[in-house]
């Protein structure tokens, strides 16, 4: 039974900073592709970033260079820093994790796995 838990949303101000966790159980975060969602209120849910079993990172061009992905392999832990954070950031985020180690994108579907998600407030 996979279980992904995330946790470090809140609020904060403009230009401030969040980590995000999602702590995976039944998953082995080493050997999965995992990626970050996020949905904001009357919106769809749109794909953050990945990573893959190699540590390789993918993020959407909206966060880049302000995002990003890694793991603690010890932990079984999947991470989203966020800096510069923006009001437009304002949403739930979410982690997933694919079937496989490869990553293929940030379409919903390649994700088999899902968390309830954190949410997260930019003012």
């Known amino acids: 039974h996979v279980q992904l838990v995330e946790s470090g949303g809140g609020s904060v101000q403009a230009g401030g900073s969040l980590r995000l966790s999602c702590a995976a159980s039944g998953y082995t975060v080493s050997s999965g592709c995992m990626g970050w969602f996020r949905q904001a209120p009357g919106k769809e849910r749109e794909g953050v970033g990945f990573i893959n079993m190699y540590g390789t990172t993918n993020v959407a061009v909206f966060v880049k260079g302000r995002f990003t992905i890694s793991k603690d392999i010890a932990k079984n832990t999947l991470y989203l820093q966020m800096n510069s954070l923006k009001p437009e950031d304002t949403a739930m985020y979410f982690c997933?994790?694919?079937?496989?180690?490869?990553?293929?994108?940030?379409?919903?579907?390649?994700?088999?796995?899902w968390g309830q998600g954190t949410q997260v407030t930019v003012s």
């Open positions: 997933a994790a694919g079937a496989g180690g490869l990553c293929y994108g940030l379409t919903e579907s390649l994700y088999r796995y």
